[in-house]
């Protein structure tokens, strides 16, 4: 934020009555979080919660390039290496265990002409 | 009337058309397993496939053994505690893992996940919010 901005914003915070004060401060007090990037507080003692720090972005990245070669199948990953594909599970499954990567991911890519999903309404 | 809520977390989710999907990540013990799952506000348990239960190296058999019925007939599913960190928000809870393998779609749905966050959607910009109760 512009340093003009700032000086503006602290001058209404100024105005702000002791009521609205605490709840500025409880909502600063939360993490801010955006597409899964923490923003981790640690100098002013607010203590966020441990989440997993795992990436999903190089996965991603791969899926978005590759989706289409590997429709209606199974995929086994690491990270953004394929390791596995196919239509049987259990075999791309057992590639997966074979290879025993720290975080295994296992998947399904949808055919390009599946029927659209209805909510699976699950119920106890 | 007007209504404003905060949120800690904005997503921008693909535009697919088999529904709205986010990365996931799930935890047992020592062992972290990346998935991909479906926001399900219809579901009413959080599920995930046996092969996600396995490489948390769950005994899938061994947890609470839940019938789950659904428009299409009825699934064999196991409860484990489990934690599921989703855009940077964990929740510990029970989720459910498949009896059979190849479960094509994992999902998250109220017990466990949505009752332990506010969400907000706006479909039409892809735009998921969340943030922890």
């Known amino acids: 934020m512009p340093a003009a901005n700032v000086v503006k914003v602290l001058k209404q915070v100024a105005m702000l009555t002791a009521e609205e004060k605490r709840e500025l401060l409880a909502l600063m007090s939360q993490p801010s979080v955006t597409n899964g990037v923490s923003e981790q507080e640690t100098e002013n003692g607010i203590a966020t919660e441990t989440v997993s720090s795992y990436d999903h972005t190089p996965r991603l990245r791969w899926l978005k390039q590759y989706v289409a070669d590997y429709a209606g199948q199974y995929i086994a990953m690491d990270g953004d290496k394929l390791l596995a594909h196919g239509t049987d599970p259990e075999k791309v499954f057992a590639e997966l265990q074979r290879h025993c990567p720290p975080v295994p991911y296992f998947g399904y890519i949808p055919a390009t002409d599946e029927s659209p999903m209805l909510g699976a309404n699950l119920t106890l | ?133």
């Not at chain 2, 799952?37 to 053994?65: M, Q």
């Not at chain 2, 498949?98 to 009752?115: D, E, K, M, V």
């Open chain 2, 1 to 133: 009337m007007t209504f404003l809520l905060p949120f800690a977390v904005e997503h921008q989710y693909n535009d697919l058309k088999d529904g709205i999907t986010i990365p996931v990540t799930l935890s047992s013990g020592n062992q972290e397993v990346a998935a991909d799952a479906k926001v399900d506000t219809g579901s009413a348990v959080c599920l995930f496939s046996r092969e996600a239960g396995l490489s948390l190296k769950l005994d899938i058999e061994s947890g609470l053994y839940k019938p789950l019925g659904s428009l299409t007939g009825s699934l064999d599913a196991y409860g484990h505690e489990v934690t599921i960190t989703a855009l940077g928000i964990s929740v510990h809870c029970l989720a459910y893992f498949a009896r059979h393998p190849g479960l094509q779609r994992n999902l998250l749905g109220r017990q466990g996940w949505l009752r332990a966050l506010r969400m907000s959607l706006v479909d039409y910009e892809n735009k998921l919010y969340l943030d922890k109760l």
